[in-house]
């Protein structure tokens, strides 16, 4: 229920305004868009900005159902969203890629709406399958000096042996 969502996001961000862009098909409720209201400066300039709502969360996006018609459902947010007077700037940080939010963002673009898109620091993580050494596995990491402390301590583990990962699926003694 879009209150429940409302008082959820209050519990962290009680300090801001919750801004919810439902789309619905009857009573159905099809897509919610989370957001946070600020006053902010933009270019020395007073404006008031919508950002996503996930503030201790390292991934945000459109939150939407399955089926048919939800290009439709994510069209309609995007309508209700850029029809509400009281913004003039919305960030919506850590979208995975691919995601609905992106949605958000052509649609945007194709009104005729500036947009921008950044990446931000990517989650740091090696493949332990099919990773190949000779390729360079701090790529994620935006800090040279981290990047640095990474490439150290992998070939300190290398030059105690291989690397490997060894599954147990059931107790052993």
């Known amino acids: 229920r879009p209150e429940w969502i409302a008082s959820s996001i209050r519990a962290f961000s009680s300090q801001h305004t919750v801004v919810l862009i439902t789309v619905r098909d009857g009573s159905r409720l ?93 989650s740091p993580y090696i493949p332990l399958n099919g990773y190949k050494s000779e390729g360079d596995f701090s790529r994620f990491a935006l800090s040279r000096r981290f990047r640095h402390r990474l490439r150290h301590g992998w070939r300190k583990l290398e030059k105690l042996g291989a690397i490997s990962l060894w599954r147990v699926e059931s107790a052993d003694a």
């Open 30 to 122: 099809r897509a919610v868009l989370p957001l946070l209201e600020e006053k902010v400066w933009a270019c020395g300039v007073p404006a008031t900005k919508l950002r996503s709502a996930a503030d201790q969360s390292p991934r945000f996006d459109f939150i939407h159902g399955q089926g048919p018609g939800i290009e439709e459902a994510l069209q309609a947010g995007w309508t209700e969203l850029k029809n509400q007077p009281h913004w003039d700037v919305v960030e919506l940080l850590n979208v995975p890629e691919g995601g609905a939010a992106e949605h958000l963002l052509s649609s945007a673009n194709g009104d005729g709406f500036l947009t921008y898109k950044h990446q931000g620091a990517r």
